[in-house]
């Protein structure tokens, strides 16, 4: 093929983003050529590597601060980066397509830039941006309220968003809710969306021999890995693992946290004040070879992200992995939640946390139904959810995109 791909990757490295990270390996097998744009990782000395045949071109991290005004800095630090960068490259070694990862969806102007000069533009749409910003500012009960967010930042994200999907040849969408989105509130044409669904990687997530040093002296585990934002529920899920503990009178139980985030610092003060900071354990950021030894080790997992615009239409790669493990499953009872696990999953009445702690509850009794549920999952996630599935999409969208 010798088609070079730019992508562009703003709120994240590429080595701790598993999307672009795994499309870039498929599109590299698929014989493209493929460059990425992204800050720079902490601790590094170089500007520009070669990992996994991938050229990684990096610049400063941008100042994050969790306010509005933060966030323009932010973004506008990192689009004069990129810009630039992308200049660079564009000059020095050429490029045929430019993919562009949001948040943010800033990269229009690029894109209409690149469609210019005769270039490809690729909108890979991660995140539902205006539904994330107010979920954000609403944040969980007890942690970063804030009341709903400005009406006049929403308008001008949805205003970028449609910009960005009007501008790209094709729109990667992670879900048919996303892709119904761009159609409705974007306008653009049907057949210029593919979805691509966020799959993992099963060579990376098979079951292990369980570490007995998770579980402690607990009879019963429960899992959680992923972010820990204002908007993931990690607030739900320690007043549900309250709930299971001091209203169910379920005290040999313990729940593991695999994860970092804005958030963790006030959850694990909201777990002191609580009194379950010893039936909860925060473990931080862990590799991967870790976060399946957890997983292995675990009697269940959950999803605690609660009901809002926002989470109902997305997907949680989180969910993916804890199937792709043969672990069961609870969590609210979302549209992106249900499409995803099926019936591996129980779902609880949306953001009712006495609800939840009884879905685990009905859970820990059950082993052989808990053991039904993981199995369903793991087929789940073999037969259509995958990577190896997902990336059959990604392919097909790129060829699409040269009409062949």
Known sequence: MNKHILMLLENNTFRKDVRPLREASTLIQAGYRVSVICPRPKGARVWREVVDRVELHYFPNPPEHESTLGFIVEYGFAAVMMFSLTAWIGVRHGFDVLHAHNPPDIFFGLGILARLLGK?????????????????SRGGSGIGDGGAGSKLVVGALVLCE???????????????????????????????????RNGPDLDTFRPTPPNLDYRGSASFVIGYVGILGPQDGGDYLL???ANLVNTLNRRDVCCVIVGDGSAVPALKQLSMDLGISRHVRFTGRVPYDVVREVLSSVDLCVVPDPLNPYNNSSTVIKMMEYMAMSRPIVAFDLAENRFSAGDSALYATPNDEAHFAACIAELMDDPARRDEMGALGRKRVEDHLSWACQSKHLLAAYSSLFGV
Not at 120 to 136: G, I, T
Not at 171 to 181: D, F, G, L
């Open 239 to 241: 007043r549900s693992i």
């Open 120 to 136: 490809k533009f690729v909108f890979d749409h991660h995140d539902l941006s205006p539904e994330m910003y107010d979920a954000r």
């Open 162 to 196: 449609r910009l960005t999907c009007k501008a790209a040849n094709i729109i990667i969408a992670s879900n048919e809710s996303y892709k119904q989105k761009e159609i409705e509130r974007s306008k653009v044409r049907a057949d210029a969306v593919h979805v691509v």
